[in-house]
């Protein structure tokens, strides 16, 4: 009996309940023998059609139920970034128009099919009969499954059940962005009223697409392990003391600004709604992030973007006084004139990040914070630059082959993934071996899984890295399921992206604070948010 209410294959044999109804109406109802009517079908299967993509991208990339409100601003400025970024010419979008239209017409040409040209009348009533018991058997499978029935499992789907649950979950996610409350907030971060005694650079360093996938595909592990255990050696050879865990993350596959963000703020932001409620709530004053404690106490921060789509400078100075940036190098800052990468495209993160080391300290003897999200481990992780050892030659390096438009197989995406890993973690590990001073504070933390390599099983969290030469502050995590090495050897994360902040401030100021015995209360969840 399940078989015929849910099924967890996920098959592509179910029923829609509108559609079967209008077929039932069809075949028994003589007045709607009329073009009105086909309309009517046309329309509401073109709109089954929207709905099924646009729940299939969200089900599938971000691994979230559809939510209206949330998605709305998702792709609102998820698009205007994309067509900003496209550089199709008028021929490209005058095809795409053409064959867009042709595709809804021959829609329309397969509706006309079933509920026009098919001459119904000529139905025997046995026929009439075996369509309209179909129908009564998906209307009870539609009342035992009760709520579920806009689920994927479900063997009778409805769009109005859909639509109705997207909307109540729309209204409780807006509900939760309005309860957004600075005010209420802010007795959670009196510890940015402490001072301190000594002030090591600090760099926040997110891998794109770094998940733990690699510790749970087979074809990934033993190379992956393999790599951990050689940078742990080169680092340990220059006296680096490194203590690694994963972390769960807000967000999978998607939304590198909601993971990002949630861990420089202590907030749990997992829809782009909450993090525009934020977003516009202190886009003209400080919230006490990482970046702007670090910058009370006489830091300057530092932010790096290297991706060659350039926004406009409005756009930039908002997010600038956002996250509490001093100087934010972008792509025409970085002088460089090679070849360009994947995402973006941008230049090789190597040369990237090591322009920027060298420019803020040619240009400033203050201590800094600096963020940088890694560019070339981004989809499609093709093509890939090498680690040179000098950055500079990067600028002279020829041309590359440009990534392939079409898909690739599966086979060769995860190669092509565990590929832009590998150079990602070679290239910091050899930027901190050479160039980076002995009381430089490195935290590497994975944004969110890979989406087109990795499966649901495989979980939201991402690998953590601490990397000190001050062996009693790397040593200080460990109370917090944090184990030395870069290895993670528990199977389950043991912190939240959103708990990092208070984690990291309270044990940063217990090793260099005034003040080591008042330190702020650690909150694994994040701060609430109202």
Known sequence: MAFFLQRENLDIFRVNGELLLLVILRIWIKPLHRRWFLFLAFSLYLTELIYAIYEGFIRSYYLLEPVFYNDFFLFADGGSFLFHSMTFSVTTYLTGGLLLTVLVGSLFWLNRL???????????????????????????????????????????????????QNIQLSKVAKAEADQFDSQYLAQYYQFIRQDLREKPDVYLIFLESYGSVLYKRGDFYQTYVKLLGELQSKLADDDWATASTRSLSPTWGGGSWLSYTSTLTGLRLDSHAQYLAMFNRYV???????????????????????????????????YKSF???????????L???????????????????????EHINNTSSEPHVFFFITQNSHYPWT???????????????????????QRQPIEIMR????????????????????????????????????????????????????????????????????????????????????????????????????????????????????
Request: no cysteine; charged share 20%.
């Open 323 to 333: 996250y509490g940036v001093d100087e934010w190098l972008r792509y025409p800052d």
């Open 415 to 530: 190669q092509e993934y565990l590929a832009s890993i590998e150079y990602e973690l070679n290239m910091v590990v050899d930027f901190i071996v050479k160039e980076a001073d002995e009381d430089d504070i490195f935290v590497l933390i994975g944004d969110h899984q890979p989406a087109r390599v990795a499966r649901y099983a495989d979980g939201w969290d991402t690998p953590v890295h601490i990397i000190s030469q001050d062996e009693k502050l790397v040593n200080a995590f460990a109370d917090y399921g944090f184990v030395p090495g870069l290895y993670t050897r528990s199977r389950e994360p043991t912190i939240h992206h959103e708990g990092f902040y208070s984690l990291f401030m309270r044990l940063f100021l217990e090793q260099y604070g005034q003040n080591p015995d008042n330190l702020p209360a650690y909150w694994p969840d994040g701060v609430p948010l109202s």
């Open 335 to 357: 002088n460089y004139h090679g070849p360009l990468f994947g995402w973006g495209p941008s230049p090789p993160d190597q040369y990237s990040l090591n322009y920027s080391y």
């Open 284 to 318: 003209h004053e400080p919230f006490p992030l990482i970046t702007n404690y670090l910058r009370s106490q006489g830091y300057g921060s530092y932010w790096l973007s290297p991706n060659s789509d350039v926004l406009n400078d409005i756009e930039w100075q908002r």
């Open 114 to 164: 079933l509920f026009w040209d098919i001459p119904t009348g000529q139905l025997s009533k046995a026929s009439r009969l075996a369509v309209t018991g179909l129908g009564i058997a998906a209307l009870i499978s539609v009342a035992a499954v009760k709520g579920e029935v806009g689920g994927l499992e479900t063997a009778v789907s409805s769009i109005t059940v859909k639509i109705n």
């Open 383 to 405: 093509p890939l630059p090498e680690v040179v050892p000098a950055w500079q030659t990067l600028n002279d390096a020829p041309p590359v082959t440009p990534p392939p438009t």
